[in-house]
T-cell receptor, first 109, second 115 residues
């Protein structure tokens, strides 16, 4: 059974204080690892898809990396508007996405 | 591209009543998914359509839940005889038929409160 564990559950950063969020996973035949951002009361917003170990993708202050067992979402010099819940999900074979519980990020000015 | 559209955004209903949610996927996306999310949890898969065919249902989808996708376009999710435990956000998502692009895009969700 595909599983995703995200850590930490919650993270509080000062503005400009860089950090990383972790997503550990087990999956049969990885088709993709996905990162989403979710604001309170809204649906998940797509950020990145990673397909194979060693792959990296960047978008503004965010950079996602992938190994065979985990993915990291690095946040460089965060701003208060980066505050949100970040969700990690995996897709294996023809199965639907399996999500972790998310990391709640708060960036304080 | 207008994104995935869900209606209504919020619904408050009394226990025992039936509710129906509608989802309009991104145009040309042939795959459509329903997920459920409760506070502090990630989305949980409920069911999946490819065109009009319902290909997979989670064991979370009790007999009170039914989903349809007539003509492979919009989809509806009906919950009969609602219970307080059904209170959650119901998320619809869609993805492209292109095998090189399997990203799933979500709508804004439909909040259900059962009182």
């Amino acid at each position: 059974e595909d599983q995703v564990t995200q850590s930490p559950e919650a993270l509080r950063l000062q503005e400009g204080e860089s950090s990383s969020l972790n997503c550990s996973y087990t999956v049969s035949g990885l088709r993709g690892l996905f990162w989403y951002r979710q604001d309170p009361g809204k649906g998940p917003e797509f950020l990145f898809t990673l397909y194979s170990a060693g792959e990296e993708k960047e978008k503004e202050r965010l950079k996602a990396t992938l190994t065979k067992k985990e993915s990291f979402l690095h946040i460089t010099a965060p701003k208060p508007e980066d505050s949100a819940t970040y969700l990690c999900a995996v897709q294996g074979g023809n199965t639907p996405l399996v999500f972790g519980k998310g990391t709640r990020l708060s960036v304080i000015a | 591209d207008t994104g995935v559209s869900q209606d209504p955004r919020h619904k408050i209903t009394k226990r025992g009543q039936n509710v129906t949610f509608r989802c309009d996927p991104i145009s040309e996306h042939n795959r459509l998914y329903w997920y459920r999310q409760t506070l502090g949890q990630g989305p949980e898969f409920l069911t999946y359509f490819q065109n009009e065919a319902q290909l997979e249902k989670s064991r979370l989808l009790s007999d009170r839940f039914s989903a349809e996708r007539p003509k492979g376009s919009f989809s509806t999710l009906e919950i009969q005889r609602t219970e307080q435990g059904d209170s959650a956000m119901y998320l619809c998502a869609s993805s492209s038929p292109r095998t090189t692009e399997n990203t799933i895009y979500f709508g804004e969700g439909s909040w259900l409160t059962v009182v």
